[in-house]
């Protein structure tokens, strides 16, 4: 709260200063100032001297007055005194407040919340729910959408608390981008379907990042895929990525379910659907029967997606806290630069910095001849700058063993798995938390038949990379 108070604090001395520092401002504060000393002051007479004449005080009872008080001496230093360090935790506690603010605003504002039963709700709820979140995107409600909605929504069957806490950290530019490129805001919700809000998850056909790239299309919209740098895990290159191949399908079909339907299976699929359906067949809805069986599912439950989102409490569900801060900046990387020469000169962790910046595949910045961006919190931003020559001055400790392309195979196939032996109280939910995967992949890694049976030293493969 001090900390709060004093930011404020200095965004009034801000507007003040640039009050005073405005000519015409000055100028009627100047003449002001002149009126009021040139107009003699009238002499205040007490209730019984009313009547009496007026005296002119004498030279000694003039000495006798108090002085004026003196004016304090304005504050020309906005910081207030902070340090660079202190001023980046001020910054970084209002943003984070800032965001939490307003996913709550969201909810309490446009979502409404109503007394209907959490179980056997009826599909009339549901129904009137969705087309109360008026969208330029369709959200029809039937039965295969009840089952996906069910998905998300039942306890125990999904992850959507965890997802609703990373939402807070990665929906507020995805959302910008989106408006910035007059599409739906409701597009927001297509990361939670393609990867959980997992930026490094990559599926079993090649599929990386939030948005689930495959390479070649990846590279068309610009992305860099090598051996060092994935920017389909980039969250902010690859949405704006995908923002663009949004708009591509949605000038071919003027549809929003048929965009997103190709989004999935790929524009040629959903043609063949359309040529098979026959005419007058213009929406995803039209077309099902004949599209990839995959994709049948996706549009319901992008339709799904977007209901938990916004209806997460009426069915009793709050988020988890984000594991990564909500508030971050972005410096340029100019030399090739090891994460580690970053974790070992100041206080952040590696895995923060690998859960901030997913797209170094090695945790090597490759600026030879290029540079590149590194994403800190807010609050390391000043601490960086103040340690820079430090940490690049570590070049050689760090990056000496991957001069050897020997090292960097083992370095890649140390990346990719890790193993868990699994503790006592451990259960597959907190272990999919703490490695920022889904409890859905850690079954499949693991050919796991039952969530909840789980065995003391068992030993689990979970893929990082």
Same mark, same amino acid.
């Given at each position: 709260?001090?900390?709060?108070?004093?930011?404020?604090?200095?965004?009034?001395?801000?507007?003040?200063?640039?009050?005073?520092?405005?000519?015409?401002?000055?100028?009627?504060?100047?003449?002001?100032?002149?009126?009021?000393?040139?107009?003699?002051?009238?002499?205040?007479?007490?209730?019984?001297?009313?009547?009496?004449?007026?005296?002119?005080?004498?030279?000694?009872?003039?000495?006798?007055?108090?002085?004026?008080?003196?004016?304090?001496?304005?504050?020309?230093?906005?910081?207030?005194?902070?340090?660079?360090?202190?001023?980046?935790?001020?910054?970084?506690?209002?943003?984070?407040?800032?965001?939490?603010?307003?996913?709550?605003?969201?909810?309490?504002?446009?979502?409404?919340?109503?007394?209907?039963?959490?179980?056997?709700?009826?599909?009339?709820?549901?129904?009137?729910?969705?087309?109360?979140?008026?969208?330029?995107?369709?959200?029809? $409600?039937?039965?295969? =959408?009840? %089952?996906?909605? *069910?998905?998300?929504?039942? /306890?125990? @069957? +999904?992850?959507? !608390?965890? &997802?609703?806490?990373?939402?807070?950290?990665?929906?507020?530019?995805?959302?910008?981008?989106?408006?910035?490129?007059?599409?739906?805001?409701?597009?927001?919700?297509?990361?939670?379907?393609?990867?959980?809000?997992?930026?490094?998850?990559?599926?079993?056909?090649?599929?990386?990042?939030?948005?689930?790239?495959?390479?070649?299309?990846?590279?068309? $919209?610009?992305?860099? =895929?090598? %051996?060092?740098? *994935?920017?389909?895990?980039? /969250?902010? @290159? +690859?949405?704006? !990525?995908? &923002?663009?191949?949004?708009?591509?399908?949605?000038?071919?079909?003027?549809?929003?379910?048929?965009?997103?339907?190709?989004?999935?299976?790929?524009?040629?699929?959903?043609?063949?659907?359309?040529?098979?359906?026959?005419?007058?067949?213009?929406?995803?809805?039209?077309?099902?029967?004949?599209?990839?069986?995959?994709?049948?599912?996706?549009?319901?439950?992008?339709?799904?997606?977007?209901?938990?989102?916004?209806?997460?409490?009426?069915?009793?569900?709050?988020?988890? !806290?984000?594991?990564?801060?909500?508030?971050?900046?972005?410096?340029?990387?100019?030399?090739?630069?090891?994460?580690?020469?970053?974790?070992?000169?100041?206080?952040?962790?590696?895995?923060?910095?690998?859960?901030?910046?997913?797209?170094?595949?090695?945790?090597?910045?490759?600026?030879?001849?290029?540079?590149?961006?590194?994403?800190?919190?807010?609050?390391?931003?000043?601490?960086?700058?103040?340690?820079?020559?430090?940490?690049?001055?570590?070049?050689?400790?760090?990056?000496?063993?991957?001069?050897?392309?020997?090292?960097?195979?083992?370095?890649?196939?140390?990346?990719?798995?890790?193993?868990?032996?699994?503790?006592?109280?451990?259960?597959?939910?907190?272990?999919?938390?703490?490695?920022?995967?889904?409890?859905?992949?850690?079954?499949?890694?693991?050919?796991?038949?039952?969530?909840?049976?789980?065995?003391?030293?068992?030993?689990?493969?979970?893929?990082?990379?």
């Amino acid at each position: 709260m001090k900390k709060l108070t004093a930011l404020l604090l200095l965004l009034v001395c801000v507007a003040a200063t640039a009050s005073a520092r405005n000519p015409r401002n000055r100028k009627e504060a100047t003449a002001a100032r002149e009126t009021i000393d040139e107009t003699p002051a009238a002499p205040v007479l007490l209730a019984d001297e009313q009547n009496e004449p007026v005296r002119t005080p004498k030279p000694a009872e003039e000495a006798e007055r108090p002085a004026p008080p003196t004016r304090e001496a304005r504050i020309d230093d906005l910081a207030l005194g902070f340090t660079a360090e202190q001023a980046d935790s001020l910054v970084a506690e209002w943003r984070e407040r800032q965001r939490s603010l307003a996913f709550n605003d969201f909810v309490n504002t446009y979502v409404a919340f109503d007394t209907a039963p959490r179980s056997n709700i009826p599909d009339s709820v549901y129904a009137k729910r969705l087309r109360a979140l008026a969208s330029p995107v369709q959200l029809p $409600y039937n039965q295969i =959408v009840r %089952s996906y909605i *069910d998905r998300y929504v039942e /306890p125990g @069957r +999904s992850d959507i !608390a965890r &997802i609703l806490g990373m939402s807070q950290y990665y929906f507020p530019f995805i959302e910008e981008e989106l408006i910035k490129a007059d599409l739906p805001v409701e597009l927001r919700a297509l990361p939670i379907i393609e990867s959980a809000l997992l930026p490094a998850a990559i599926s079993r056909a090649g599929a990386a990042g939030l948005w689930q790239f495959m390479p070649s299309t990846g590279r068309s $919209y610009g992305l860099e =895929v090598n %051996s060092l740098v *994935d920017e389909r895990c980039d /969250p902010i @290159r +690859s949405t704006q !990525a995908a &923002i663009r191949y949004l708009k591509d399908l949605y000038r071919i079909y003027k549809e929003w379910s048929l965009a997103i339907a190709a989004y999935n299976c790929g524009p040629g699929n959903v043609n063949k659907a359309l040529a098979r359906a026959g005419e007058n067949c213009r929406s995803f809805w039209d077309i099902y029967d004949f599209l990839p069986r995959e994709t049948r599912g996706y549009v319901p439950a992008f339709i799904a997606a977007s209901y938990a989102y916004s209806y997460h409490r009426n069915h009793g569900i709050e988020p988890d !806290a984000a594991p990564v801060p909500l508030s971050v900046d972005t410096l340029r990387i100019e030399r090739l630069t090891h994460l580690e020469q970053i974790a070992s000169t100041i206080d952040i962790p590696m895995e923060t910095l690998r859960q901030l910046n997913p797209q170094y595949k090695l945790d090597i910045i490759p600026a030879t001849t290029k540079s590149y961006t590194l994403v800190l919190p807010q609050r390391k931003i000043a601490q960086y700058i103040a340690h820079e020559r430090e940490i690049m001055a570590k070049d050689s400790m760090y990056l000496k063993e991957y001069i050897n392309p020997a090292n960097l195979d083992k370095k890649r196939e140390e990346m990719a798995n890790t193993v868990h032996i699994v503790k006592k109280g451990e259960t597959l939910g907190g272990i999919a938390r703490k490695y920022h995967v889904t409890t859905a992949q850690i079954m499949r890694w693991n050919n796991i038949k039952n969530a909840h049976k789980l065995s003391i030293g068992q030993k689990l493969r979970i893929e990082r990379r």
